[in-house]
């Protein structure tokens, strides 16, 4: 046989070897290509053909690249006509390099034969060592977070914005190089690109709104793999997380927000998550919140069970790992007692001041009380804009019902004796006391009349309607228009006087009767009411609050 049928035979052999691994790309046996190229080989050889035409055996050291059409090729005067497109590029695995050299490599060399394919899978969970032998238990994962900004809550959307560090630690066994360089005792390090080649926990954020948990750049991850095979990754938390918060006692409340990690592929046969024993969650000393105050810091480990309806985990049944911390925050209440609650205060106590004012100056107490309200009601508007629409009631609105009941109080009154002022008839009073007052006040006009008609009063003589006997010294009585006999004799006076006395010594002896009704003019009314508010509405707002701040601090 010729040199160039031979040759010829090379390119077609190549041919078949090119569409078998062509075919073993799109999901073949790589057993095909290999027996393509045992029978290339034995067809040379029987051709007297070695392998020095550059064909090797090792199906791993194969590298195929065939691009263009064949139409046409002549061998021996004959024709066979190939009508194709061929673009193959077939690239088969480095044999695994030893490691007995690990001593002399750079840690990209190592890090490169540690994690080749031939004997490392990135895909696969680490496999669990204890006492020597391979076992059949989760691998365990611990961790550590430390919290270096906490930004305040956002009662509008209930959330909260943590920056922090989270580091995780296992033991893969598979990255162990102590072993092949006893000598090599500084740990591997690398950014995400390290990270990216070898196997890591997948876990996640169960309680996020928005989060970058294994970092988005060079700078946000740090890897580190030590001789004995543990693996520390560090990466940077930017994270939105949802706080249910409870607002009843807004805005003396405290919130308690939590920060939840489970694993997402792994359930607890394969993976357990555990806190670090020493410092599992760090807060920065330098950390400061405006509104809040972080008061304490908890954390727990737990088992989560996800069935067929939860969709969290892929809708994959079975139980999962979680980590959780959680964050006491207790609010500030320095800037709402200056800026709502004093306030509040101080408006409350304007709207008294037209108790001082008459009852007849309709639009100094009108305007005093209507801008009052309003202003009242501005107030706390500002302060309830930023809170959600809850449908239980917080002791905000507790406070804003009670110092809207002072100032509405304050206008009832005024338009209360107002109304007594414009009188035209005097009022019947029982007797000079608050609660006659007050009930002959409200008391309608033609109800009064009937009382002091129904009343039981002696009788008296016509003498005794015009006499006076308030004072114990004689009294001068006109007794008729004759100017001669304009005043009687001094033994009549005395005679009268002494009548007097007897009539008032009869009333004593008999029982006192509770019909002696007196008047007064509806000023004076008006101005007692007044003088009574002036004290009444102060007393009550102090018991109020009382009652409100024993309720904040104490229960």
């Excluded at 207790?330 to 205060?345: A, W």
């Excluded at 414009?422 to 006040?441: F, G, Q």
Aim: aromatic share 10%; charged share 20%; glycine share 4%.
């Amino acid at each position: 046989m010729n040199l160039q049928s031979i040759a010829v035979k090379v390119v077609l052999y190549s041919l078949a070897i090119a569409f078998t691994v062509t075919n073993n790309a799109y999901g073949q046996n790589l057993a095909d290509g290999k027996s393509a190229l045992d029978e290339t080989l034995l067809a040379l050889a029987s051709e007297g053909v070695d392998e020095s035409v550059g064909l090797k055996k090792n199906v791993e050291n194969l590298h195929v690249a065939v691009s263009g059409t064949v139409n046409k090729m002549s061998v021996n005067d004959t024709s066979y006509a190939i009508s194709t497109d061929l673009n193959v590029t077939k690239s088969a695995d480095e044999k695994c390099r030893s490691l007995e050299d690990a001593a002399h490599l750079t840690q990209t060399q190592l890090i490169n034969r540690l994690t080749a394919t031939c004997r490392y899978d990135r895909l696969e969970r680490p496999y669990v060592v204890a006492n020597g032998t391979i076992v059949n238990s989760p691998l365990d994962v611990y961790a550590r977070v430390y919290i270096y900004v906490l930004q305040n809550l956002d009662s509008s959307d209930l959330q909260f914005k943590m920056h922090g560090l989270l580091q995780l630690r296992f033991q893969d066994p598979r990255l162990a190089f102590d072993k092949y360089a006893p000598g090599r005792t500084k740990s591997i390090l690398g950014e995400s690109s390290l990270r990216d080649v070898i196997w890591v926990p997948h876990i996640f954020l169960a309680n996020e709104h928005d989060s970058s948990v294994l970092g988005t750049s060079e700078k946000d991850v740090l890897t580190s793999i030590s001789p004995n095979g543990t693996v520390i990754i560090s990466s940077r938390i930017q994270a939105t997380l949802y706080c249910w918060m409870k607002l009843q006692k807004f805005p003396f409340d405290e919130q308690y927000c939590p920060t939840i990690f489970e694993s997402w592929m792994y359930n607890a046969s394969e993976l357990l998550l555990h806190w670090e024993q020493n410092a599992p969650v760090t807060f920065d000393p330098k950390m400061h919140l405006t509104e809040y105050a972080l008061a304490n810091a908890w954390t727990n480990e737990t088992i989560i069970n996800a069935d067929l309806d939860d969709l969290r985990h892929g809708a994959f049944a079975g139980n999962y790992s979680s980590l959780g911390f959680t964050v006491h925050l207790v609010r500030e209440v320095g800037y709402y007692v200056m800026d709502y609650f004093l306030p509040s205060i101080m408006i409350v106590a304007i709207s008294w001041v037209s108790f001082w004012l008459q009852a007849d100056q309709t639009p100094a107490r009108t305007t005093l009380g209507c801008t009052t309200m309003l202003s009242f009601i501005t107030l706390a508007s500002s302060q309830e804009n930023n809170l959600p629409k809850v449908s239980y009631i917080k002791v905000s609105e507790v406070w804003f019902l009670g110092c809207t009941v002072f100032i509405f109080g304050s206008l009832v009154e005024f338009a209360f004796v107002n109304t007594i002022w414009r009188r035209n008839h005097s009022v019947e009073v029982k007797k000079l006391k608050s609660k006659y007052i007050l009930k002959s006040t409200l008391t309608p006009r033609m109800k009064r009349h009937k009382m002091v008609d129904n009343a039981k009063q002696p009788e008296r003589s016509n003498s005794e309607r015009y006499l006076s006997v308030d004072t114990p010294s004689p009294v001068i009585i006109t007794v008729g228009d004759d100017p001669m006999n304009r005043f009687t004799s001094s033994e009549s006076i005395a005679t009268m006087t002494t009548s007097l006395a007897d009539n008032e010594s009869e009333r004593e002896k008999k029982p006192v009767e509770n019909t002696s009704w007196s008047t007064m003019t509806p000023h004076e009314v008006s101005l007692w009411i007044d003088r009574k508010a002036r004290f009444l509405f102060p007393i009550a707002f102090i018991i109020f609050n009382a009652f409100f701040w024993t309720f904040v601090y104490c229960l």
